[in-house]
């Protein structure tokens, strides 16, 4: 099983993330008999993993990579060598 494809959450972890989100915050929604903290807890919770769920999905599509390590090569481009600093 793999968490991460290509630098994005895979396939099956972005809707699994979605639908379990939106079990829990309807959860948080639904069950009057719940203590109110429960309830809150359930409902911001639920909210986060859909977002999450949501946001990689969108991420995916627009082909950007969070998880990538491509930005030490950018950091690595703009070190300024011994040499070049003092000119």
């Known amino acids: ?8 959450f895979s ?3 972005r809707i699994t993330l979605y639908v379990v ?3 829990v915050f309807v959860i948080g ?8 903290w429960l ?3 359930a409902f ?7 977002a999450l769920g949501g946001i990689s999905a969108r991420a995916k599509m ?4 969070p998880f990538d390590n ?12 011994d040499d070049e600093e003092s000119k």
């Open 62 to 65: 627009l082909k950007i990579k």
């Open 44 to 50: 911001l919770s639920g909210f986060g993993l859909m």
């Open 70 to 81: 491509s930005y030490k090569k950018a950091r690595d481009s703009y070190k300024v060598k």
């Open 11 to 13: 396939g099956w972890l």
């Open 29 to 36: 929604l639904g069950l009057d008999w719940l203590p109110r």
């Open 39 to 41: 309830r809150m807890v």
């Open 21 to 23: 989100g939106l079990a």
């Open 1 to 8: 099983m793999k968490f991460l494809e290509e630098g994005n």
